[in-house]
T-cell receptor, first 114, second 113 residues
């Protein structure tokens, strides 16, 4: 247990569906992150939040919409996804949004888009 | 692009030390070296980080060369549970990009009974 939980662990959705991924950290951290890990590709940083403000958006398509209502919760809202968006989506948190603060990762949500 | 080079795979006998090399010849003065690992179907796990001095914690030791162009992660007594992909990452201490961990392909370490 890393102190970062993600739900659901597995999700199958059609291209016209709208779904949300949830991440919660119990570590009192100030920064939270979304990463995407596709098959046979390195982890890609998607979004960074520091004290509930988005500080990084790595050219992510608008069909992915993050939300950080407070420093403990992070959501990733999904709509009109494509099959190539199927991947493992990982949430992480760190004390601060900046090095050399270690990041704690959740177990991930395995997303399949049909 | 990742700024590190690692061998794609390594084997290590159970109970022996696992020495995982990493080349980061273009590292800047304000960049730290981080090591993470990812066990199959789990999120990455932080192991250790350092700037220029050698570091040790309960999981591993990190040896950084004097010119900082390479480093070695040492797992002193590898167990089967250490089988994972190990990522070496360089990242700035502060400022732009300091929160961005750029993961490469890593080294797949297989610990063999």
């Amino acid at each position: 247990e890393t102190g970062v939980t993600q739900t659901p662990r597995h999700l199958v959705m059609g291209m016209t569906n709208k779904k949300s991924l949830k991440c919660e950290q119990h570590l009192g951290h100030n920064a939270m992150y979304w990463y995407k890990q596709s098959a046979k590709k390195p982890l890609e940083l998607m979004f960074v939040y520091s004290l509930e403000e988005r500080v990084e958006n790595n050219s992510v398509p608008s069909r992915f919409s993050p939300e950080c209502p407070n420093s403990s919760h992070l959501f990733l809202h999904l709509h009109t996804l494509q099959p190539e968006d199927s991947a493992l989506y990982l949430c992480a948190s760190s004390q601060e949004a900046g090095g050399p603060s270690e990041q704690f990762f959740g177990p991930g949500t395995r997303l399949t888009v049909l | 692009d990742a700024k590190t080079t690692q061998p794609p795979s390594m084997d290590c006998a159970e109970g022996r030390a696992a020495n995982l090399p990493c080349n980061h010849s273009t590292i800047s003065g304000n960049e730290y070296v981080y090591w993470y690992r990812q066990i199959h179907s789990q999120g990455p796990q932080y192991i250790i980080h350092g700037l220029k001095n050698n570091e040790t914690n309960e999981m591993a030791s990190l040896i950084i060369t004097e010119d900082r162009k390479s480093s070695t992660l040492i797992l002193p007594h590898a167990t089967l549970r250490d089988t994972a992909v190990y990522y070496c990452i360089v990242s700035p201490h502060s400022g732009a990009g300091s929160y961005q961990l750029t993961f490469g392909k890593g080294t797949k370490l297989s610990v063999i009974p």
